[in-house]
């Protein structure tokens, strides 16, 4: 049997603590900053108060998205059985319905236990995840490749899951089979970046809406009143249009 995992599911329970904190910690360290800066030069209140909250927003789903992309990446497992199928097992599968803090650690404790098991870790996770039936798309990411699979889960549903790969030994031997499992005369798509300059185009765009109506309203009275309304319902459309091309590229479509 191969199996191909990263070599950071010992730390898995680790990385998601000091993950969760230093997140809180660089919100509320930027909201802080931003509250005496406003008090030093002397901004109005609710400018302030309104820059400190889109910082600690932004940072806080920005950072967290990136923690969650590094702890479901470490928790996968791939392996290939005798019969040369290849099967894909999401850890923290395997961990209870608990707090996320117990099952963080259950998780890093069962790759502790694939990772040491190494070619003999079959009994621990044969027939525990889904096997990959066809490999629909397989391209290259700024790090790593996106997979999108169709897989048969046990009790015989079959579904749609994409997966993002890095970090793995021997990844391009990994590679190498989903490749074998896409549709005949099908290649690896070329890097694509499109997704993410197209997510932060609307972000910005956003960001700007954002900041007329901050400038606009009463409470500031720098630009016309009469345009708050207006730009704050436009706002809402370049903001559904950045999450919708960063889901996009998170799922390597």
Not at 14 to 31: D, N, P, Q, S
Not at 127 to 141: F, H
Not at 150 to 173: A, H, K, M, W, Y
Not at 180 to 188: D, I, K, Q, Y
């Amino acid at each position: 049997m191969k199996i191909w995992m990263t070599d950071k599911g010992g730390r898995y329970a680790a990385r998601m603590l000091l993950g969760t904190v230093g997140i809180a910690a660089a919100a509320l360290a930027g909201v802080c900053l931003l509250a005496v800066g406003g008090i030093v030069l002397g901004w109005p209140a609710m400018e302030a108060a309104l820059l400190a909250l889109i910082f600690a927003a932004a940072v806080t789903v920005a950072l967290a998205v990136l923690l969650g992309r590094a702890c479901v990446r470490d928790a996968l497992i791939f392996y290939q059985d005798e019969e040369g199928a290849l099967w894909v097992l999401d850890a923290r599968w395997t961990a209870g319905g608990r707090s996320s803090l117990i099952m963080a650690a259950e998780t890093g404790r069962f790759l502790k236990k694939v990772r040491q098991a190494g070619a003999a870790a079959g009994p621990l996770i044969t027939g525990a995840g889904g096997r990959v039936l066809s490999v629909e798309n397989l391209k290259p990411l700024w790090r790593g490749h996106s997979a999108v699979c169709r897989i048969s889960l046990p009790g015989g549903r079959v579904c749609r899951r994409s997966f993002r790969i890095g970090g793995i030994p021997d990844e391009e031997e990994l590679l190498a089979v989903l490749s074998r499992l896409m549709p005949e005369g099908a290649e690896p798509d070329p890097f694509d970046n499109r997704n993410r300059i197209k997510g932060l185009c609307f972000l910005l765009l956003f960001v700007l809406c954002a900041a007329v109506c901050a400038l606009s309203h009463p409470a500031a009275g720098v630009l016309p009143q009469e345009i708050y309304f207006p730009f704050l319902g436009i706002s809402l459309l370049p903001l559904w249009a950045a999450v919708y091309f960063f889901v996009r590229h998170h799922r390597g479509e």
